[in-house]
């Protein structure tokens, strides 16, 4: 079974850092995509920023030369790093692995960080 287990979510002023980590309890190089995505009050859950195997990234508009997705092979993490947060970043950001095709196909998702940004 796989398990994603987050950590890193607070509360920060307005312009400053935070950096989630999103730790997978397998391979990560057996994991097809990962995604980090945010859920705010009363919105949809949106896809903030994603990371395929082969290393192509993908950023929402609202977040581009804000933060970076990466991962670490040997720790089987992958992280979110967000600088220059603002109050519309506030929401629970949750980290979605997938891995596709076949009988070992599966869609995972972590238990949610909350960030908060406000002064």
């Known amino acids: 079974q796989v398990q994603l287990v987050e950590s890193g979510g607070g509360l920060v002023q307005p312009g400053g850092s935070l950096r989630l980590s999103c730790a997978c309890s397998v391979n990560i190089f057996s994991i097809n995509y990962m995604g980090w995505y945010r859920q705010a009050p009363g919105k949809q859950r949106e896809l903030v920023a994603s990371l395929t195997n082969g290393g192509t990234t993908t950023y929402t508009d609202s977040v581009k030369d804000r933060f970076t997705i990466s991962r670490d092979n040997a720790k089987n993490t992958v992280y979110l790093q967000m600088n220059s947060l603002k109050p519309e970043d506030t929401a629970v950001y949750y980290c979605?692995?997938?891995?596709?095709?076949?009988?070992?196909?599966?869609?995972?998702w972590g238990q949610g960080a909350q960030v908060t940004v406000s002064s």
């Open positions: 979605n692995a997938k891995r596709f095709g076949g009988p070992f196909a599966y869609d995972r």
